[in-house]
């Protein structure tokens, strides 16, 4: 029988373990999440090289500033947070092993873990802690095998508020517990085996009797054990000890078990166990090793930890081969469901009603999915067969929708339609990562559809509520606080404010690659993009089609002329040049052979002016005629068209040069042969009434067509009498009567071919509202006109507008007083509503001119204004990196000041750390800071002590601390490096 010290020795206790290195180097790396996002702003940035979406760019380098600056706070808060892992008591095989992982921090953050056990378990642990707090989780791993079960942590990193960045800790040591063997089930009872014990004598062992002292407290102790009253007075955890005379003990000896030694270890822990509820006291005989005698739960644990160190183990288990699905976490899905839902606005404006319908179904799915109570049976997920089935039938939808998935229109509204459908089967961290990136690239393609100042501003909101969301997946949202206590861990404003304090510091970054970042004027690639115009002009024309642009009141472009504007009579903006007729439509044609003549009016005035196209998916520049110089990537056609290579699919702003011009003096053949051509058989009455003039001179023919329609009783009208498909020519002129600018054009044309004169139509805009705000016209989809253009030898093509002599107010006052006034000069009084409106449009049109329109152009007169060259010099080389650096200072002072605590005297004692260069470690106290300090320091040892006397009188002290933080003010000023 061996003595209480020698059991006490025996008995096996499981310390804390403390981290492997105090104080590691850092690293600092990005997540997979943070590389993910670095991926986006790379596709996002190649998709604004190519469209020359302007305000892309901005969004673009406001994003790669948000994934910078989330990289300057973490590195700080990682010194500030230390990780401490405990192995439990005991465990079974069968059970779990419910290992304790604890973070002491100064600062909030999330922080990740990798923990893997040696039976190959492996886990992640991701959670938040507040500043200040201890915070404690369990980490249960399965306990499969008899025998020593170690965990092993790895990869340990603090977080930064989205999780794009990850700063390496100090990693824990791995802990190990021994996993006792599974209690046998039925067990028979404990042999009634004893040794003996005098009563009253010398030999005691652990019972409930007599205290026998205080020893260091051990996990697995109870409470009621530990001696609160000493705790108060030192601060250190001891447990009494108590024991009694030594009797008549059982004795669990391993002779009296038969079988395999896993089974004689299992029926021995269940004797244990017996022995333990009944309150026995009770000693273990194993082969080679004894426990002593003794009771309670001490006792207990010491047995089975005593079986789960027998050798030979079994064999290990290797963890089972299971899918399972990752958590879902409810508030970070119900908040990434609102920023997407908040994002996918806009495409309500513009994408079919079915479609739109269906995505607000989907979105409203996720919602209540997420709002079921853990009573109620929750909502199921929609099975990815069906999703899928639902995406292609929506895909053929929009294809017949908009004749292509290719374009702008149609490609955005699948893309908001998948992202939908995402949000039907997401529901682990990775699918809401996935789902913020994705609503951050639908963001960015509404630039394709406009640039105006309400879709950048809806931009902003829309990434700063997505990366909201994204802060939401960085860690499980905390469920141990109560709702008073949670702060900004379930407060969607207060994320939502961080978020986009986040964009507020990203925003000198990205102003400043806004303005240096190179603009390559050409595209990356072409792509086919949906046929006709998404609106404006179209490459064909017939009766009706420009009635119907008539009632919009869009804007088209506008003109801003470095000079005097042009006359109302010159306001001619040249389209399309349709030549070819089939009784229907004029369509376009590309006729090859020489170019034609251009010969400038000596004397004329010059146009230097710049438009500004707003997205209609056309090639057509709309030049007065005749453009002189085009912009880069453009061409003058052989109908004297200003064309682009690239359609304009956003907006873009283009510098032009025309003059009064004869245009095609000199002609190709070819072209004037084609443009003499008439459909057979089709209306014979005009083209009798033409070949009637055929013996006047070329100028009496254009005059007996004007005269004919100026005498004829026509009249002007948005809404004219349909035309029949035959004759429609003749139905026009000897019938209806009645009919807009596409009609005079088409049956002019039609007479002066009949006539024998090579004759064509024009399609464009005509006139311009004049701002006075700013000067510049706004010429809108109403003011799209069709006019003729007939060619005479020896003078070349002469526009003629048919349409100015049944409405002359069309030219002179423009197409709402030509309407209801034809014959008037002038266009009648702004209203103040409409002057508000213009005023508006100015405001606009600046914020065109900064921020829409800059391009590589004016990023060249930038540079060359300011003694840079340009981009790619030595002189722009040599700023670039200075200009950075000084943008990312704001947000490096703004991340040091909110790095300071807001308590005044916890303020002060925290730039003393920063003074000294030696910061505290969590959970250091200012007693044990100044000891640390004083050791590496010894002359500061007085006035240390001096402050943290201070400190304390300030921190703590009753009454008002104004005095006390004026002497602490004082105590820090004596404290000299």
């Not at 929609?382 to 639902?390: A, D, K």
């Not at 407060?491 to 986009?500: Q, V």
Request: aromatic share 6%; glycine share 10%.
């Amino acid at each position: 029988m061996t003595t209480n010290r020698a059991q006490k020795a025996e008995r096996p206790t499981t310390p804390l373990a403390t981290p492997r290195n105090p104080g590691p180097a850092l690293s600092l790396r990005p997540t997979r999440f943070g590389l993910a996002f670095l991926l986006l702003v790379t596709l996002t940035l190649v998709g604004c090289i190519n469209y020359g979406l302007s305000l892309g760019y901005g969004l673009t380098f406001l994003l790669g500033g948000v994934w910078v600056m989330a990289s300057t706070g973490v590195a700080r808060a990682a010194r500030q947070i230390r990780l401490t892992l405990s192995a439990p008591a005991g465990a079974s095989v069968g059970g779990e092993a419910v290992f304790t992982l604890s973070v002491t921090a100064t600062v909030a953050g999330a922080v990740t873990l990798g923990l893997k056990s040696s039976a190959g378990d492996t886990r992640t642990v991701t959670l938040r802690v507040a500043a200040g707090e201890v915070r404690t989780l369990t980490v249960p791993m399965s306990a499969r095998t008899r025998g020593p079960l170690t965990l092993t942590p790895s990869a340990p990193a603090a977080l930064d508020f989205l999780g794009l960045w990850a700063a390496g800790l100090a990693a824990p040591s791995p802990v190990t517990v021994n996993v006792a063997p599974a209690p046998e089930t039925n067990a028979p009872p404990a042999p009634p085996r004893t040794v003996p014990g005098l009563e009253g004598g010398h030999n005691r062992t652990r019972g409930d009797e007599e205290f026998a002292g205080l020893r260091p407290y051990t996990p697995g102790d109870s409470p009621r054990q530990i001696s609160w009253r000493h705790v108060a007075r030192t601060g250190t955890l001891l447990t009494r000890e108590t024991d009694a005379a030594q009797g008549q003990v059982r004795l669990l000896d391993w002779a009296d078990t038969a079988g395999d030694p896993e089974a004689r270890l299992s029926r021995l822990a269940a004797w244990v166990m017996e022995m333990d509820h009944a309150g026995l006291p009770f000693a273990l005989k194993l082969p080679g090793a004894a426990l002593a005698a003794g009771s309670g739960e001490t006792q207990r644990l010491a047995a089975l930890t005593l079986l789960a160190g027998v050798s030979p183990f079994p064999p290990a288990t290797p963890p089972p081969r299971l899918k399972l699905l990752a958590a879902t976490d409810t508030d970070a899905l119900r908040v990434t469901l609102l920023a997407l839902a908040f994002t996918l606005v806009p495409g309500v404006l513009r994408q079919p009603l079915w479609d739109s319908a269906l995505v607000a179904g989907l979105l409203t799915y996720g919602a209540f999915r997420t709002r079921r109570p853990l009573s109620m049976r929750p909502l199921p997920a929609i099975p990815t067969w069906l999703l899928g089935v639902v995406a292609g039938l929506a895909a053929v939808g929009l294809n017949a929708t908009y004749g292509t998935l290719l374009g702008s229109a149609a490609g955005t509204a699948l893309l908001g339609l998948l992202v939908a459908l995402k949000t039907a089967e997401s529901h682990g961290r990775r699918d809401g990562h996935l789902l913020v990136l994705l609503g951050l690239f639908v963001a960015s393609t509404h630039f394709f559809h406009g640039q105006g100042p309400l879709t950048a501003l809806h931009a902003i909101l829309s990434a700063a509520l997505l990366l909201a969301a994204a802060s939401r997946w960085t860690a499980p949202t905390r469920t141990d606080l109560k709702e008073s206590s949670r702060e900004d861990e379930a407060d969607l404003p207060s994320t939502l404010i961080r978020s986009g304090g986040l964009l507020a510091l990203a925003v000198p970054l990205a102003l400043t690659l806004f303005v240096l970042f190179p603009r390559p004027e050409s595209p990356l690639w072409q792509l086919p993009v949906q046929g006709g115009a998404t609106t404006g002009l179209s490459s064909e024309i017939r009766a009706g089609e420009y009635s119907n642009l008539a009632q919009n009141r869009a804007v088209a472009f506008r003109a801003d002329f470095t000079g005097a504007l042009p006359p109302p009579d010159q306001r001619y903006w040249r389209g399309p040049v349709y030549e070819a007729y089939d009784g229907q439509s004029w369509k376009q044609v590309r006729i090859g052979g020489p170019s034609p003549s251009v010969e400038p009016l000596a004397g004329a005035p010059a146009w230097n002016y710049t438009l500004t196209l707003e997205p209609s998916d056309n090639p057509w520049l709309l030049a007065l005629d005749a453009p002189l110089e085009v912009p880069q990537g453009a061409v003058l056609t052989t109908a004297f068209q200003a064309v682009t290579l690239r359609p304009v699919s956003a907006r873009r702003r283009v510098t032009l040069e025309s003059r009064p011009a004869r245009l095609g003096v000199s002609e190709n053949p070819q072209r004037l042969q084609f443009d003499l051509s008439l459909p057979a058989g089709q209306s014979p009455r005009a083209a009798a009434l033409g070949e009637s003039w055929r013996g006047l001179p070329p100028q009496g023919r254009i005059e007996a067509g004007l005269d004919y329609l100026r005498r004829g009783g026509f009249s002007y009208t948005l809404s004219p009498p349909l035309l029949p498909a035959q004759d429609r020519v003749d139905a026009f002129l000897f019938g209806t009567r009645q009919g807009f600018c596409e009609h005079y054009a088409q049956s002019f044309v039609f007479l002066m071919r009949a006539a024998g004169l090579p004759a064509r139509i024009v399609g464009g805009y005509l006139g311009g509202e004049v701002n006075p705000d700013g000067g510049y016209l706004i010429v809108r989809q109403q003011d799209a006109h069709a006019w003729a253009e007939v060619w005479v030898q020896g003078q070349g093509w002469q526009r003629v507008d048919p349409t100015a002599v049944v409405a002359p107010a069309r030219v002179s006052a423009g197409l709402s007083t030509a309407l209801t006034q034809p014959q008037a000069s002038a266009a009648a009084a702004a209203t103040s509503l409409s002057r508000l409106g213009l005023r508006l449009d100015a405001l606009q049109n600046r914020w065109n001119d900064l921020i829409v329109g800059y391009d590589g152009g004016q990023q060249q007169a930038l540079l060359s204004r300011v003694g840079l060259g340009g981009v790619g010099s030595v002189p722009y080389l040599a700023v670039l990196p200075l200009l950075l650096g000084l943008a990312l200072l704001p947000a490096l002072w703004w991340l040091r000041q909110a790095a300071r605590p807001r308590d005044p005297a916890a303020r002060a004692l925290h730039d003393l750390t920063v003074r000294l260069g030696l910061p505290r470690t969590p959970g250091e106290t200012p007693s044990a800071y100044a000891a640390r300090a004083a050791a590496a320091r010894p002359h500061l040892a007085p006035a240390l002590d001096e402050v943290v006397r201070a400190y304390q009188v300030a921190r703590y002290a009753p009454g008002d601390p104004a005095e006390a933080l004026k002497a602490l003010a004082l105590a820090l000023r004596k404290v000299k490096r």
